[in-house]
């Protein structure tokens, strides 16, 4: 039942993954991390950081040098921390994920909750951390060469730009989180199996419920899309659909590598405040989807593994295709390293 109940999740998972995979691949050949910081720069604004950060497809790992980058390119302390709270907890592969295992309403809710949870992170930084000055910031140093002497870069071909969304949507994205989107995939097939449903119920309610999953959450280190698979199990054991919001919240935006860089860079009292206001902007978009859940009578889509059999066709041909890429990464990484010598 373990093995089917894991089958079945990584099946309904499967096309939406590799979908979401490739639209981040575009979005990487297409927004390149100088425009980022360009944007983000001196005059970057907390509510353009979270609205940027959100659709990027960038893990709680990658989006650390990122955010250092935007950060000593002359953004804000403000506009830093909501861009280190948006990015992570949501990107475009984490709503295909969360569509594919939870239905419309929890894709819809997730990146709101999280664009919330990063202005709101921003603004607290902004209005009750330490005055910066301006000296402070740093700048990018200006060159003492003429435009003449810079060599000419050749503009990549479409063939080339093409080849670099696939290597990151199918490879670098697919190596950042598919550990641990497997390890979700099993907690959540672990709960299926072992856990009677609404074992959890009687713990699942209310803001004693959140506040636990938000101390669970603080010292994992999960991305948007593993967190999902996790939240499906904990949403089987039977805690609400707030408290999963919770977690798919903090856990991304809250892993101990983020904090600490959070403040050597920031500050100690930016920290305090980050850590405040994720928590608080998390308990009150989970509370508030608690409650239009019961006031409009609304039913989570969980995965039931019915499909017609022309959509399970693409499901199963999906899950082959991941399956298989899955393991490309991990004969690339565990593959000798003397091969490419080799081959000269």
């Known amino acids: 039942m373990f093995v089917e109940n894991f089958v079945t999740l990584f099946t309904e998972s499967a096309p939406f993954l590799l979908l979401g995979m490739l639209i981040a691949g575009i979005i990487y050949q297409l927004v390149p991390p100088q425009w980022i910081e360009k944007v983000l720069g001196e005059r970057g604004s907390v509510f353009s950081a979270a609205i940027i950060g959100a659709p990027l497809p960038l893990c709680s790992c990658s989006v650390i040098p ?8 002359g953004a804000s302390k403000a506009s830093t921390a909501s861009f280190l709270v948006a990015t992570p907890e949501t990107g475009v592969d984490s709503i295909g994920i969360t569509y594919a295992l939870m239905g419309p309403i929890m894709a819809i809710s997730r990146p709101i909750a999280a664009i919330f949870s990063a202005i709101t992170t ?3 930084i902004q209005w009750f951390g330490r005055t910066e000055l301006s000296s402070t910031l740093k700048t990018q140093p200006q060159s003492s060469k003429s435009c003449c002497s810079q060599p000419a870069v050749l503009e990549p071909s479409w063939f080339e730009k093409t080849k670099s969304v696939f290597i990151f949507g199918y490879g670098q994205l697919l190596r950042d989180f598919m550990v641990w989107l497997l390890i979700g995939l ?17 713990y699942g309610q209310g803001v004693v419920a959140m506040l636990v999953v938000v101390l669970i959450s603080i010292p994992m280190y999960v991305c948007a899309t593993a967190s999902t698979p996790i939240a499906v199990g904990l949403l089987l054991s039977g805690i609400t659909p707030g408290a999963a919001l919770v977690f798919m919240l903090t856990g991304p935006a809250t892993n101990i590598a983020t904090l600490m860089i959070i403040k050597k860079e920031l500050g100690s009292r930016e920290l305090v405040l980050y850590l405040v206001s994720i928590t608080v902007s998390a308990l009150a978009a989970g509370l508030v989807l608690d409650f239009l859940f019961n006031y409009f009578d609304w039913q989570l889509q969980l995965v039931n593994g019915q499909h017609s059999e022309l959509v399970s066709g693409v499901y199963h041909l999906s899950a082959v295709i991941l ?7 991990i004969y690339k990484k565990w593959m000798p390293k003397t091969k490419a010598c080799c081959e000269h």
């Open 66 to 73: 990122v955010a250092m980058g935007i950060r000593r390119s």
């Open 122 to 124: 921003g603004l607290m």
């Open 186 to 202: 099993m907690f959540a097939a672990a709960v299926t199996t072992f856990v009677p449903e609404g074992t959890l119920a009687q």
């Open 323 to 329: 399956a298989g890429l899955i393991l490309f990464q």
